[in-house]
């Protein structure tokens, strides 16, 4: 039976409800010009939990926190011996974030909770919501790690290991915040994952589509390089003595930035994080350290990216006489969504008649580690302006509503199909 045929075309999750969540919670971190600053395991992050879980309990739930501290709101089902359906996203956020990035996927899954418990609806299966640990990756890299350890793709003394710029571990923050839980990390079925998101892209609002209908995540790869040279007087030393770190980083940038375009439209390449040292205006730099990230759904066309880059920084070491210091961070493959789970969210937009696309996910998400575990998809809305890891970060009640709608139906359908 469709979800049409169990609510009618008019059942809808209350749209100001959401609204008044998304904007209750972005109080907590608020910056100047209207975004948010929750960085992980924060004291301000430990504020959004323990309110995600308050009103994660005033809706009936159950609350779990496991060991990476990733929260589970469970509302049970008709028959809880079967994997629950999860839906959810992320609390913390990029230092100079939005109100919307993460956060409106965590509160549109409390949102369908509050919204079967208005239709007084219980599903089949158990359903939950999830808030993870750490998806930003701006306090402590890589991103996405808490998921990825769930997931399977990192192992827990990893995930507890990484340490920010102070030398805090994940692992003594979360005991700080209080959120170093018991429940097992894995060994439970999972029915299926479900993360309705902002696009942090252009093209929904651009082409006026009311849903992205996530088909794929591309292929991500982290490097951190450093460039080591010799400081020098900037004055007496002439030009052609001296082994310049920043001129040496200067032409990885530009080499970075080729790259993107050779592969262009798909690809991306961004050198988002450099240091300078010693950073001073009559000093020749001695030593710089960069950062670069690679993406693009084909992981052959990845490789190749990478290979040149590799070829780049040993051909501008030798150039300009550096040491060099490179690592490969992260790395994740390609990820093709469940096609069962795509169905479901199809199936909710053609109830709703919302106008949509098919899309891949430019950024990295939690879903893309689900996914090799659980079938999983994604629900994209468009962000204004396509602006998103920025204060000015905004997407319209209208489009929150009409994604958690997506979802309510998608869940349902998922979580009934037994």
């Known amino acids: 039976m469709s979800t049409e045929a169990k609510f009618g075309t008019n059942v809808a999750i209350n749209g100001s409800r959401l609204w008044?969540?998304?904007?209750?919670?972005?109080?907590?971190?608020?910056?100047?010009?209207?975004?948010?600053?929750?960085?992980?395991?924060?004291?301000?992050?430990?504020?959004?939990?323990?309110?995600?879980?308050?009103?994660?309990?005033?809706?009936?739930?159950?609350?779990?926190?496991?060991?990476?501290?990733?929260?589970?709101?469970?509302?049970p089902g008709r028959n809880n011996a079967l994997p629950p359906i999860l839906m959810g996203s992320h609390l913390d956020s990029q230092p100079t974030g939005g109100k919307f990035d993460g956060v409106y996927g965590v509160l549109a899954g409390l949102e369908v909770v509050r919204t079967l418990n208005d239709l007084n609806y219980q599903t089949e299966a158990p359903i939950e919501v999830v808030a993870w640990t750490n998806e930003e990756g701006s306090r402590f890299a890589p991103a996405m790690v808490a998921s990825g350890v769930f997931a399977g793709t990192f192992d827990l003394e990893y995930g507890l290991s990484r340490k920010d710029l102070d030398g805090k571990t994940m692992g003594e923050e979360l005991a700080r915040i209080g959120y170093a839980g018991d429940a097992p990390i894995r060994g439970r079925d999972l029915g299926a994952y479900f993360e309705a998101h902002i696009e942090q892209g252009p093209i929904l609002e651009a082409e006026d589509?009311?849903?992205?209908?996530?088909?794929?995540?591309?292929?991500?790869?982290?490097?951190?390089?450093?460039?080591?040279?010799?400081?020098?007087?900037?004055?007496?030393?002439?030009?052609?003595?001296?082994?310049?770190?920043?001129?040496?980083?200067?032409r990885v940038v530009e080499v970075v930035n080729r790259i993107g375009l050779e592969h262009a439209p798909l690809a991306c390449a961004t050198v988002g994080l450099m240091q300078i040292h010693p950073n001073s205006r009559n000093v020749i730099p001695g030593r710089v350290f960069f950062t670069v990230d690679f993406r693009h759904p084909?992981?052959?066309?990845?490789?190749?990216?990478?290979?040149?880059?590799?070829?780049?920084?040993?051909?501008?070491?030798?150039?300009?006489?550096?040491?060099?210091?490179?690592?490969?961070?992260?790395?994740?493959?390609?990820?093709?969504?469940?096609?069962?789970?795509?169905?479901a969210v199809r199936g909710a937009v053609a109830e709703l008649g919302y106008s949509n696309r098919d899309m891949v996910s430019g950024a990295g998400h939690d879903a893309c580690y689900l996914a090799r575990v659980t079938p999983t998809s994604m629900i994209f809305i468009p962000c204004v302006d396509g602006i998103s890891h920025n204060e000015i970060e905004h997407a319209h009640p209208e489009w929150c509503e009409a994604g958690c709608n997506v979802l309510l139906r998608a869940v349902v359908a998922k979580a009934d199909a037994t």
């Not at 948010?36 to 009936?60: I, M, N, P």
């Not at 390089?225 to 030009?239: S, V």
């Not at 066309?301 to 961070?329: P, S, Y």
Request: charged share 25%.
């Open 20 to 75: 008044d969540s998304l904007m209750e919670m972005a109080k907590i971190g608020a910056t100047p010009k209207g975004g948010v600053c929750r960085l992980a395991l924060t004291d301000l992050d430990k504020q959004s939990r323990d309110l995600f879980v308050r009103w994660c309990e005033d809706a009936g739930c159950t609350i779990t926190v496991d060991a990476i501290g990733n929260i589970f709101a469970r509302r």
């Open 298 to 343: 084909d992981d052959a066309v990845l490789a190749e990216m990478d290979a040149k880059l590799r070829n780049a920084v040993t051909r501008v070491a030798q150039e300009v006489g550096l040491e060099t210091e490179f690592e490969q961070i992260w790395y994740y493959a390609p990820v093709k969504f469940d096609a069962g789970c795509v169905d």
């Open 209 to 250: 589509k009311t849903i992205g209908v996530v088909t794929d995540c591309q292929g991500q790869r982290w490097y951190e390089i450093t460039f080591t040279g010799q400081e020098a007087h900037a004055g007496p030393t002439p030009m052609s003595r001296r082994r310049d770190a920043l001129l040496g980083a200067a």
